[in-house]
């Protein structure tokens, strides 16, 4: 397709396009210097709440593993 040079940026002359179906996939993730955290999916938008829950559940395991890690290391 031939355009001139004023319609290279006019929106009459473009194409949205979608890559990979469209959708989108929200994650939270945790690192340290000390490692990697777990990669985690989430579903729905987070609350207040629930981001708490989610600091429990992933958030804990891994501060708990690192300090472990570190205090084996040092001790």
Known sequence: ???RPHEAMDPNCQQGTVQAGG???MV???FSWHG???LVRLDR???GNAYVQLLG???QPFMDYVLK???D???
Do not use: K
């Open 1 to 3: 397709m031939c355009r």
């Open 23 to 25: 959708g989108s996939v």
């Open 28 to 30: 939270w993730a945790v």
């Open 36 to 38: 990697l955290g777990p």
């Open 45 to 47: 938008t987070l609350t």
């Open 57 to 59: 559940d992933h958030l």
């Open 69 to 71: 890690q570190r205090w």
């Open 73 to 75: 290391f040092y001790g």
